[in-house]
């Protein structure tokens, strides 16, 4: 009982941190003309050309940093769909751009996370599914925020929880 409503409050403040991290206020025009400044410009430079290479997936790094949680947070999503998700339909729910999405399912594909298929109920399509690498990536990930949120949530009283769980229905209401 007691991790089902650690489970729901989990799943809720996710949702919530989705929703308010893609709303942010309009930023305030720059000079005269309503322009912004150029982005400094590195030359392509990504961070292994300064001498911090990405990790290997699922791996800190030597400060003990991790890479982006896209690929993780990709694997998650399409564990709740067992039957295989196409990849427009994994875009809207990670709620990234197509071009983004196909490039996090390149580099998962290309590690053996992922894998595609033909749609058997409709030939042209294409349906990726997790291969068993990718499973066990999801499920260690599930755990891990589990285990996060059992943590954070064990400081907080039966009532307490309850109060949290109508706060975040109201933000997620509007």
Not at 19 to 28: L, N, T, V, Y
Not at 95 to 121: A, C, F, P, V
């Amino acid at each position: 009982m007691e991790s089902n409503i650690n489970m729901e409050l989990m799943k809720k403040m996710m949702i919530f941190t989705r929703k308010s991290h893609g709303h942010r206020p309009p930023e305030p025009p720059f000079g005269d003309h309503g322009h912004r400044p150029p982005e400094p410009h590195f030359g392509g430079l990504g961070p292994h050309e300064f001498g911090h290479p990405e990790p290997p997936f699922g791996e800190c790094g030597p400060h003990g940093h991790r890479p982006p949680l896209s690929r993780e947070r990709l694997l998650v999503v399409m564990a709740e769909s067992s039957e295989g998700i196409r990849q427009k339909d994994l875009s809207e729910k990670l709620k990234i751009g197509q071009s983004s999405t196909s490039e996090l399912i390149n580099k998962l594909e290309d590690d053996g996370y992922i894998e595609r298929r033909i749609d058997e109920s409709d030939k042209r399509a294409t349906l990726l599914f997790l291969t068993e690498k990718g499973q066990a990536r999801a499920t260690e990930v599930a755990d891990e925020r589990a285990a996060m949120f059992e943590d954070a949530f064990s400081k907080l009283t039966d009532d307490e929880k309850k109060t949290l769980s109508d706060l975040l229905d109201k933000l997620l209401s509007e």
